[in-house]
Structures are given as C-alpha cells and as structure tokens.
C-alpha cells in the first residue's frame, strides 16, 4: 500500500492482502471497526469455504516460496484468524501473532482524522472494544504477544526482542546490524499524533468508556506478561460487552426499524446531495467509495437536512 499524507513512512501492508481481507468483509456486509458481536459469526464460515481458502493458500505458498519468513500487517486481519490459521498449516507453517495495543483514546482520535467523523467516537470506541476483545479470544489458540505502542515508540529495540523471545523468530533474534540500522531510521515519534489518554472533549457513554478502559487495562497486562491468568476476566468483559450492546440494539429498534421504512420509501437522491455526501470523505478515499454507498449516504443527510441550505 503506497504512503499518504497520513502516514509518510508507508502502510507495510500487502496490496493483495487488503484487496483479499476488503472483498471478504463487503461480501460478509462487515466494516472494519464494526461493533457488533455479531459481526464475527458474518466471517466464521469464510475459514470453511473452500473458494476462499484456495485463493489464500496459493498466494501463502507463493510467498513461502520465495522466503523463509513472511510477516503480514493489516488492521484488518483480526477478522480473519482462525482462516490464516487453517492455511497456513495446510502450508507447512505456523501463524504466529503479534498485537499492536493503542489506547482506544488514540485509535478514535488517529481513525476520526484519517477517515472522518463519518462513524462518530461511539461507534469507534465500541468497535475498538468489539474487535479488540474478539481478537484477543481468537488469538489465543496459537502463539502469539501483545506490544504497546507507547513501548514501541519509547524503545523499539526491546519491544521487538521480546516479540522475537515469545514468538520464536530467529529472523528478529539474529537481524543484523543493517537491519537494526533501518529499523532505527524508520521508527519515528513525531509521527504519533493521537492522543494517549480519554480528553474532556470525549463524548461517550459512561458505560461504554468504563468497559473500554477495563478492557484496555486488562490488555496492557497481556504485554507484561501473556501466562494465561486473565482469559477468564477478559471472557468476562466480553460477556459483558455483548450484553452492553444487545441493550442498546434493543433501545434504538424503533430508529431501526424507522430507516428501513425510509430506505423503501425514500425518492432518488439528487446529485448535488451525492457530490455534498462524497465530500465528507478526504480525496484520497473518493475511488474507495462505491456509489451506491454515496447514495446510501447521500439519503441520510438528505433525510437528516445538513443537505439543505
């Protein structure tokens, strides 16, 4: 994925596997930063559905050919472990997992400028729990290690050792010098802009902020020391977690059920309203917005008045 103005150094992310994991979750009707527990049974299937499996094992086995080691980075393959796990143990391999933690203050803070306020910091902080906590249950069939940002930053050259020591990888316990040269040019703290802790401006419901500052807690923990004494509090945050959100689906079913009454009945949506919609996304993501969902969102601002002068 080439580098933008949001972050210079570059993505390290593969432009297949963003293709691949973007095709999985539109197919599943799944958004990144989606919030809904539910949400993870949409792509359970996809790690028995043959089609799919085939395509990611023959692009594993390529790479696997070409190299002894291949490391995958994407904010969007949580939604995919237990599928990554399937292939790559039909090609000879093991997953191995390593988790950036953020505070959910920084990835609201850091989403809400690289993408806009299009989901509102409810929406994000309540996806940051969901994914988070479905991520660290899925992961925990395997090896795997939790690393704060904030340690990365403040010393990278320790944080990624221990990631080697835990995981097992003689490709970052034996880099050579050069290698330590390169990483040390490419880590930079003034590219951190969020912020690092919840700000007065913040506004989200105390319930959901309690459990997503628990939640982080309990995961800062994980980075410490991963020996398996806090499956049990996380199972019980994530209980908890989906028993928060049901509430709340529960409260807002009248304003559900009223936007799919307003979807059947609503008119065509004028171009001008599209044109307004589509500059609620920055330039670089226009062409990554099908028009379909300019309309969609076109008609909600339509509905709503912010169309109207």
Known sequence: MPADETN???FAESQWVVEFHARALRGAGVQVSDARP??????????LDEHVVRQLRTWLRKQFSEADHVIIKDPRLSWFLPLWRRCAEEAGVQARIASVLRHPASVIDSKQRSYGAWQGEVGRAAGWLNQMLFTERASREGPRVFVRYEDLLE?????????GEVLDLSVVRDAPVSSMRRAHDFVDRGLSRSRTQWGE???IPAALRDQAQEVWELLSQLADED??????KLDVARARYVDLYSEAEAIAQSSVLAARGSRTSARPV??????FAARMFPDRYKSKVPPRWRAKIGRVLHQSGATRP
Do not use: K, M, Y
């Open 270 to 275: 004028s171009s001008r309203t599209i044109r």
């Open 155 to 163: 010393d990278w050259p320790r944080a990624v050792g221990r990631v």
């Open 38 to 47: 539910g949400a993870w049974a949409q792509l359970a299937d996809l790690a």
């Open 201 to 203: 401006d913040v506004e």
């Open 227 to 232: 020996d398996g004494q806090l499956s049990d």
């Open 8 to 10: 210079p150094r570059g």
